[in-house]
């Protein structure tokens, strides 16, 4: 089977960057629903082709989201998960289509993730041409929300994974060919400080500065960074006051924090939650509040086990991969939390996502989307 895959990857490696200069020409801005439906319209007439059921889920002011369904032989399934939002306005496409300068293919959208997605087409695709069907279901699950908050597809996300054995996600692989096998969890948390105006210069000792009682604070939640625990946290914004003359009486920062599994998460919070407890400047109070935005993908047993897997394929087609463990977050997390093992990075390799110089390498295409084929088939016919 793996000479077929790959010949049938290699013999239509030109369709696929016709069909990736297609996609790319599509703008699919997040906040831009026409544009997301125009690559979900795409998505959906290609995948109807291929065989497979296709339902659309409307989103309130977001793109549809869509789950394609094929139904094989066998007992196994394996969920495809991908985006069709990137983070680059409409009219972009135009002012910056496909280009190809030596091995980089650039384009908005082509690395985060429209690459990704038609690697997920294309290794289908192969498996069908080798004749393999040995699988309970092939779930392809498209989101149109993953760039943005607040995100409206994680119940979908969540209920869908729970139908599938293993989970692969079409982000694009890391730059060096590693695969993703675990990703931090985050919190987002607004913190606020209510002191008391003053005049700064006529009666200061009647305010009660809370930039000052705030600013404390953010050395103090910089303490809390712990790189041996793979606990991290950024306080990302502030503001404060009105005008240079007066004791600010309000402050406001936004902040995250980040950990690989839900015990740090939980210790990090509770760090936080005590330092806001005490109080810096006298008179100065503080509120604050959190929310959920990624849960952690720890590295589980079963998650070992799926990238030994894919280390042992990429090494039979002739290149070497391994298993990274980035702090950035991504929807694969939704997964693994359903108890549901996954891997990330099973796209092309690509890098610089969100830039003007935003690519994926022409040479990584076939063996990638061989190593994603090769492994839904290896988990399909893996004995429980």
């Known amino acids: 089977m793996q000479a077929t895959v790959v010949d049938y990857l290699e013999r239509h490696l030109d369709a696929y960057i016709d069909d990736l200069k297609a996609l790319v020409s599509l703008d699919s801005y997040s906040y831009d629903p026409a544009g997301v439906n125009r690559v979900v319209d795409w998505l959906e007439h290609r995948l109807d082709l291929m065989g497979f059921e296709v339902e659309r889920f409307a989103a309130h002011e977001r793109g549809d989201n869509l789950r394609a369904v094929k139904r094989g032989r066998g007992a196994r399934s394996v969920m495809l998960l991908g985006h069709s939002d990137t983070v680059f306005p409409r009219g972009t496409a135009a002012e910056r289509p496909l280009t190809i300068s030596g ?130 946290v950024n306080v990302g914004a502030i503001e404060g006051g009105r005008l240079r003359n007066v004791v600010p009486d309000y402050a406001v920062i936004r902040f995250e924090a980040r950990a690989y599994d839900w015990e740090n998460l939980k210790a990090v919070t509770q760090a936080i939650e005590s330092i806001f407890e005490r109080e810096t400047v006298p008179g100065v109070t503080f509120k604050l509040s959190w929310m959920d935005a990624s849960p952690p993908m720890p590295r589980t047993p ?83």
Do not use: W
Not at 127 to 144: C, K, P, Q, T, W
């Open 103 to 232: 091995d980089k293919i650039m384009g908005p959208g082509a690395c985060d993730m429209k690459g990704g997605l038609l690697a997920g087409l294309y290794a289908i695709n192969a498996l069908a041409e080798a004749g393999f069907d040995n699988y309970g279901e092939l779930i392809f699950l498209v989101v149109s929300d993953e760039e943005i908050d607040p995100r409206q597809s994680i119940p979908l996300i969540r209920e869908t994974s729970r139908r599938a054995d293993a989970v692969l996600t079409l982000e694009a692989a890391r730059e060096n060919g590693d695969i993703v096998v675990a990703r931090k969890g985050m919190r987002s948390f607004t913190a606020e400080a209510f002191g008391r105006a003053a005049h700064a210069g006529v009666e200061p000792e009647k305010g009660r500065n809370a930039i000052l009682a705030m600013a404390r604070q953010v050395d103090a939640l910089a303490s809390l960074n712990d790189p041996t625990r793979g606990i991290s």
């Open 302 to 384: 079963e998650i070992a086990a799926l990238e030994g897997m894919a280390v042992e394929i990429a090494r039979s087609l002739g290149f070497e991969t391994r298993g990274a463990q980035p702090g950035g977050t991504a929807d694969v997390a939704f997964a693994v939390d359903e108890g549901v093992p996954a891997l990330d990075g099973l796209g092309p390799v690509g890098g610089l996502d969100h830039s003007p110089d935003e690519y994926i390498l022409r040479s990584s295409i076939a063996p990638r989307t061989a190593l994603l084929a090769l492994l839904v088939a290896a988990i399909c016919q893996r004995t429980p």
